[in-house]
């Protein structure tokens, strides 16, 4: 059974379709990358599955459960959903180890010094054990990443979401994003990963996805979607993207 | 009786101007937090309460309001002592001013880190203590010494409804020695004072809560 199945999943602003019927499938353990031009609907995606946005239709099934239902408890499925943003979104007043401590202590009902020791742990995971007191704006772009990455692994999700994690990095950060994510992978943590990098893509996953105007135009391993897939417009799209790189 | 004479009989009543500008800043703060936290849960029961009251106090003289309060309600048979008549008039005026400052002073939290909360399946009322609130307060106060140095300069009216502060002291000291200009700066040195003590207190709470690189987006 896949960790996410997502069905026929509608997403309309005002009438218009963002997500018109998407199906997913995401296994434990894999990494997949979702793929598509600007405005396509990636990014509403992940806000869909974890219900930060409400879908119009269709479903999602997490761990065989149903979450789109209406007595879905949406909290409980967001505690079980880790969800890196484009900017970060560090907690600007807290520390980095108090924002990662914070999920623990008002979430997971940790204790002070439990929560620390966690934090703790998933800083030293990232690399990033030096920098517990120190706050974001002190930190640079690659190092908020892993705070936010840090933050996320904390909780223990069973599925960590990348919100486009390399286009705020200049390319020597992504290719840490790229060896950080490869780490995540080999410790087993699912992950789904929306991204216009193709850098990113092809080191990260072999399976891709691709989305067009809210539908899943292809799906394959990253090597033939991003080099020779049949779809003139595939091929157009990575074509302009492996010039601009 | 020279100008130090005159400052140090009139800074007796000092302890009076410090207790009515602290009682109504106290109950301007905790009202307007109240109405702001409130707002900002977007509660529509409350809605259109709260922004009554905001738009009423903030039109009504503060004079007026006190006179009302402390003339008017015996009238109903509610009798209120001088310093619950300023809380009441003055302190409530605050607290509509400071809601309004709490208000923008929310708008400038960066809705991606409310989203990032969300989506780590914190409760509304989690993310508003947790994140809103503490964020809110450090941009809040600029604004806030705004409206504690409007409240201290509106504290004179207090003698109006008998409270022996600075100002009730510099005119029964001003009727009897007849020396209008050295007491009414003594009055001026005095409020500068005072002001300059709220400034040192509210700029020393500021920097012990000061985070690096934290400014309004």
């Given at each position: 059974m896949a960790l996410l199945e997502v069905r026929k999943l509608v997403k309309a602003f005002d009438g218009k379709a963002v997500l018109d019927g998407v199906d997913l499938d995401l296994e434990e353990g894999q990494v997949k990358v979702i793929m598509g031009p600007s405005g396509c609907g990636k990014s509403t995606l992940l806000r869909c599955i974890n219900r930060l946005t409400e879908p119009t239709s269709g479903q999602v099934i997490f761990r065989g459960e149903d979450v789109t239902r209406p007595d879905t408890d949406v909290r409980a499925l967001r505690q079980r959903i880790g969800f890196v943003f484009q900017n970060f979104a560090l907690y600007r007043h807290l520390s980095a180890l108090d924002n990662i401590k914070l999920g623990l202590r008002?979430?997971?009902?940790?204790s002070e010094q439990e929560a620390t020791s966690r934090a703790e742990h998933e800083l030293r995971r990232m690399m990033m054990q030096d920098h517990g007191a120190k706050y974001p704006a002190q930190l640079s772009g690659g190092q908020k990443q892993r705070v936010a990455i840090a933050r996320a692994l904390a909780m223990d999700p069973a599925v960590l979401f990348f919100d486009e994690p390399t286009s705020a990095l200049d390319p020597h950060m992504s290719r840490e994003v790229v060896a950080l994510i490869n780490q995540l992978y080999l410790d087993n943590v699912t992950m789904l990963c929306v991204t216009h990098d193709v850098f990113l893509a092809r080191h990260i996953s072999d399976r891709v996805l691709f989305l067009d105007h809210g539908c899943v135009r292809a799906e394959g391993d990253a090597d033939h979607l991003l080099e020779d897939h049949e779809d003139p417009h595939i091929r157009a799209f990575f074509g302009r993207e492996t010039q601009g790189q | 009786m020279n100008f130090w004479q005159i400052l140090a009989q009139l800074a007796t009543g000092a302890g009076y101007t410090i207790l009515v500008t602290v009682a109504c800043i106290a109950t301007g703060l905790v009202t307007g937090l109240l109405v702001a936290l409130l707002t900002r849960l977007r509660l529509r029961a409350l809605d259109r309460l709260l922004a009554t009251y905001t738009y009423v106090f903030r039109g009504v003289p503060v004079l007026v309001l006190l006179f009302l309060v402390y003339f008017g309600l015996p009238g109903l048979g509610l009798n209120v002592p001088p310093l619950v008549a300023m809380m009441l008039s003055l302190g409530l005026i605050a607290g509509a001013y400071l809601a309004e400052v709490f208000r923008g002073a929310f708008a400038s939290v960066d809705p991606d880190e409310i989203m990032a909360a969300e989506a780590m399946g914190m409760s509304r009322r989690q993310i508003l203590l947790a994140i809103e609130l503490p964020q809110m307060l450090r941009f809040a106060v600029p604004g806030m010494l705004n409206e504690f140095t409007t409240v201290l300069k509106y504290s004179p009216f207090a003698y109006t409804v008998g409270l022996p502060e600075i100002m009730k002291q510099a005119m029964a000291l001003a009727a009897t020695t007849l020396r209008g200009l050295e007491i009414y700066l003594a009055i001026g040195v005095l409020y500068f004072g005072i002001y300059k003590l709220m400034l040192f207190l509210v700029r020393a709470i500021e920097r012990r809560y000061a985070v690096p690189g934290f400014i309004r987006l």
């Open positions: 008002k979430l997971r009902a940790m | -």
